[in-house]
């Protein structure tokens, strides 16, 4: 069956500018998770879905991002004004119920020029 | 708070070698652990988990791991490398209640050599 995907794979943009990354999840996974990949930060959490809302935005590292999940279904992840720190791999993972595995997405590479 | 150490940036093996990665966690309460492989431009594959249960806990490709409560330690073992085995791999925590936001060590890079 088809797993998590995410949109772009890659993704170059200019500082300053918005980005909007995108998240498929497992049919039927309730629970959708971001996390971002950097050299210096590792892994680390961003956001918490479960179904369309957010109980836990605790780990988005500012307020230029923001996410947002419709249907139950797709999520986007959006970072307003991009800067050069923002450059990372974009993680996406799903799990059938809160407590449940996650399966992760192949990510999103972000370069911040 | 939850954190977890992974000892070794890099751990260099050779093939049919003892693979050993170390994982040390801390937590206030009782939590559950993972070991998660990445191979390369791919996303996270779970190997393993401890929930709770049994605290030898024997994961895919032949790996396994076990949990010290008196060492904090979450330490991945495999008898005999294999060169598919080179890949990096996530130590993680997660609570033992309500959802499970993962909280990840920095990764330990294993190297297999023919």
């Known amino acids: 069956g088809a797993g998590v995907s995410q949109s772009p794979s890659n993704k170059v943009t200019e500082k300053g500018k918005d980005v909007e990354l995108r998240c498929d999840p497992i049919?039927?996974?309730?629970?959708l998770y971001w996390y971002r990949q950097s050299l210096g930060q590792g892994l680390e959490f961003l956001i918490y879905?479960?179904?369309?809302?957010?109980?836990?935005k605790s780990g988005l590292p500012s307020d230029r991002f923001s996410a947002e999940r419709t249907g139950g279904s797709v999520s986007t992840l959006t970072i307003q004004r991009t800067q050069q720190e923002d450059s990372a791999v974009y993680l996406c993972?799903?799990?059938?119920?809160?407590?449940?595995?996650?399966?992760f997405g192949p990510g999103t590479r972000l370069t911040v020029l | 708070a939850q954190s977890v150490t992974q000892l070794g940036s890099h751990v260099s093996v050779s093939e049919g070698a003892l693979v050993l990665l170390r994982c040390n966690y801390s937590?206030?309460?009782?939590?559950?652990l993972f070991w998660y492989v990445q191979y390369p431009n791919q996303g996270l594959q779970l190997l393993l988990k401890?929930?709770?249960?049994?605290?030898l806990v024997k994961g895919i490709n032949g790996f396994e791991a076990e949990f010290k409560k008196s060492e904090t330690s979450f330490h991945l073992t495999k008898p005999s490398a294999h060169m598919s085995d080179a890949a990096e791999y996530f130590c993680?925590?997660?609570?033992?209640?309500?959802?499970?936001?993962?909280?990840f060590g920095k990764g330990t890079m294993l190297l297999v050599s023919p």
């Open positions: 993972a799903s799990s059938l119920e809160p407590r449940g595995e996650q399966f």
């Open positions: 049919s039927g996974h309730t629970a």
């Open positions: 879905f479960q179904g369309n809302s957010a109980p836990d």
């Open positions: 937590s206030s309460v009782p939590p559950y």
């Open positions: 401890y929930t709770s249960a049994a605290t």
């Open positions: 993680a925590v997660s609570p033992n209640s309500g959802y499970s936001t993962l909280t």
